[in-house]
């Protein structure tokens, strides 16, 4: 099998690895977010498994615990957890990102408990106290993964840790630097699944993975075709290639993001420091997220080009044509977020398509048209 397709069969049965390794005595830790530091997890010989949902299935029994108008994607991790499909989960840590995750934590401790849940309070300001703040957090939490693993945290595996997760996110922008070249070598599917796929497996088996599958496209004969839009992507939780796919369908290429399931996930490195505590403490407390509070600049024009200045840089560097906002339906964080990020765009004379959506596959009809009609704008 190849490397890409064993990247796309592990993407199709999620959790199916993270099962194996906990059945043959690791532990496995599920969390949610950017915000939880994969490295600390790794750095006790555990697995850091992150917690996803299903767009296919429906929602059937966690709307008895939570409000429907609640994010419908914490809703269906939360139905999986219910439905036994994360009983492999020995660990269970929740940040503090939005108000739906925190209320979601207690519920969950409460009706589908683990022998270790963690909430991870995560500051929504940046500023003097921020990092001091967090690290006593992360202080928190490593006494607390001691007291139940029954050992000490080892700084040098810490710091191998840091080393390794680095690696991975080195390999993983240089497989979305083939989609700098037009046409992309890589579809923005094909990088989606194989993004998705390393967050429940060891970092070392998806990087031999990913280096594999680099290879392999650039093994691809080149195919020359007709020139199309060159999408950015935009929003929170899209875990799923299915809409990326329909983009792609509909006659453009999607070539960069700013996801919770893309580039947030891994984009920038952990600083290497003489106590890896230090770099990880800024590396994700500085994790790109509408959820933070920025302090704002003095005129309109410096505030939104301090806030959003990484991704007009993407922009200009993946040179695209179009932004699409995808964004979760009832995610505060993203609607308050999204008028700003569109005046922003649209400075650099960017169009901009906003979709809020269930996160199902069954609206992708509904939303087949309005891509559309925004391409043929654009082209």
Request: charged letters at 25%; aromatic letters at 10%.
């Amino acid at each position: 099998m190849t490397a890409g397709a064993k990247l796309k069969e592990i993407y199709q049965t999620r959790g199916l690895r993270a099962q194996a390794l906990h059945d043959a005595g690791t532990k496995v830790i599920g969390y949610f977010c950017c915000f939880v530091p994969d490295e600390i997890i790794a750095a006790f010989d555990m697995l850091p498994y992150r917690i996803q949902g299903s767009q296919s299935e429906p929602i059937d029994q966690a709307d008895a615990h939570i409000e429907t108008m609640a994010c419908p994607f914490a809703r269906s991790c939360f139905n999986l957890a219910l439905n036994g499909k994360y009983d492999f989960l020995d660990g269970f840590v929740v940040p503090h990102t939005c108000d739906t995750l925190e209320q979601l934590y207690v519920i969950w401790e409460h009706t589908t408990p683990s022998s270790l849940n963690h909430f991870l309070n995560v500051p929504h300001m940046r500023g003097a106290g921020s990092e001091l703040f967090y690290r006593q957090e992360l202080n928190a939490f490593i006494a607390r993964l001691e007291a139940w693993s029954g050992k000490k945290l080892d700084t040098g595996k810490l710091r191998e840790a840091v080393k390794l997760y680095n690696t991975r996110r080195a390999v993983l922008r240089e497989l979305y630097d083939l989609r700098k070249s037009n046409p992309p070598l890589v579809s923005g599917a094909e990088v989606t699944e194989a993004v998705v796929a390393g967050m429940g497996i060891p970092a070392a088996e998806h990087i031999d993975l990913l280096r594999g599958f680099i290879a392999e496209i650039k093994a691809r004969p080149v195919i020359k075709k007709v020139q199309q839009p060159r999408i950015f992507l935009w929003g929170n939780e899209l875990d799923d290639a299915a809409f990326i796919r329909l983009v792609e369908e509909s006659g453009a290429d999607v070539v960069m993001d700013d996801l919770c399931s893309g580039t947030r996930f891994f984009w920038d490195d952990v600083p290497e420091t003489e106590d890896p505590l230090d770099g990880i403490v800024t590396r994700y407390i500085n994790t790109h997220c509408p959820r933070t509070n920025i302090p704002q600049e003095a005129t309109r024009e410096a505030d939104l080009e301090n806030r959003f200045g990484y991704i007009g840089r993407f922009v200009r560097e993946w040179k695209a044509d179009g932004v699409i906002f995808y964004i979760v339906r009832y995610c505060d964080t993203c609607e308050l977020e999204g008028p700003d990020l569109r005046e922003y765009l649209q400075a650099m004379k960017l169009p901009v398509l906003m979709i809020e959506d269930d996160y199902s596959t069954s609206t992708i009809g509904q939303l087949r048209t309005r891509v559309q009609a925004f391409l043929e704008m654009i082209a």
